[in-house]
């Protein structure tokens, strides 16, 4: 059965410090992964997506992921953090076919000054 | 524009009362989901239409009923509102291919509390 894992469900780093968010996948396909952000009081916002090509993928605000087939990852990572980037972050996995998509349960990521 | 939008944002409203939900995509999509956020911010689907077509009827009350009057639009009626209703509402759409590489787009919630 396909489904998602954010293993941290909560995340603390100061401003300026990396940040990696972790998420692991089970999905019997070719995967098409997605991360999305949720600012306190808003809607789902689509960081970045991979369906093929390049592992390493770049998204909006700096953020990039990369695919690594043989862990079923797809970690999430910003070279310096900004305290508008705490939010409640989304990994999700994309139908090859249908239109189910399977979202984890959120890594929620506060930002100390 | 906003892609995907909801109506309304915001809603309390006491327990027993019937209460709708509506959203709009205007990106041409053809599926549209209704998923409900809880206060741990887990996601759960309810539902997606297809073209009109339920395709995804999670297990939900029967109190909660989706309507499709048309691709681009996608409501939900929910009557005698309980107060475990209360939770943040997002409609989504996408456009699904036979080839997958699809994309889902959330709108911006509606946060509902039943008092």
């Known amino acids: 059965a396909q489904s998602v894992t954010q293993p941290d469900i909560h995340i603390t780093v100061s401003e300026g410090a990396s940040l990696e968010l972790r998420c692991n996948y089970s999905?019997?396909?070719?995967?098409?992964l997605f991360w999305y952000v949720q600012s306190p009081g808003q809607g789902l916002q689509l960081l970045l997506k991979y369906f093929s090509g390049d592992t390493l993928v770049q998204g909006i605000k700096g953020f990039e992921a990369e695919f690594k087939r043989s862990q079923s990852s797809f970690n999430l990572r910003k070279p310096s953090v900004h305290w508008s980037d705490a939010a409640e972050y989304f990994c999700?996995?994309?139908?090859?076919?249908?239109?189910?998509?399977?979202f984890g349960t959120g890594t929620s990521l506060t930002v100390i000054p | 524009d906003t892609a995907v939008s909801q109506t309304p944002k915001y809603l309390v409203t006491q327990m027993g009362n019937d209460k709708s939900i509506k959203c709009e995509q205007n990106?041409?999509?053809?599926?549209m989901y209704w998923y409900k956020q809880d206060s741990k911010k887990f996601l759960k689907i309810m539902f997606s239409?297809?073209?009109?077509?339920?395709?995804i009827n999670e297990t939900v009350p029967n109190r909660f009923s989706p309507k499709s009057p048309d691709k681009a639009h996608l409501n939900l009626h929910i009557n005698s509102l309980e107060l475990g209703d209360s939770a943040v509402y997002f409609c989504?759409?996408?456009?699904?291919?036979?080839?997958?590489?699809?994309?889902?787009?959330f709108g911006e919630g509606s946060w509902l509390t039943v008092v």
């Open positions: 239409y297809n073209n009109k077509e339920l395709i």
């Open positions: 990106l041409g999509h053809d599926t």
């Open positions: 989504a759409s996408s456009q699904i291919r036979d080839r997958g590489r699809n994309t889902i787009y």
């Open positions: 999700a996995v994309g139908p090859n076919t249908g239109n189910q998509f399977y």
């Open positions: 999905y019997g396909a070719t995967p098409y």
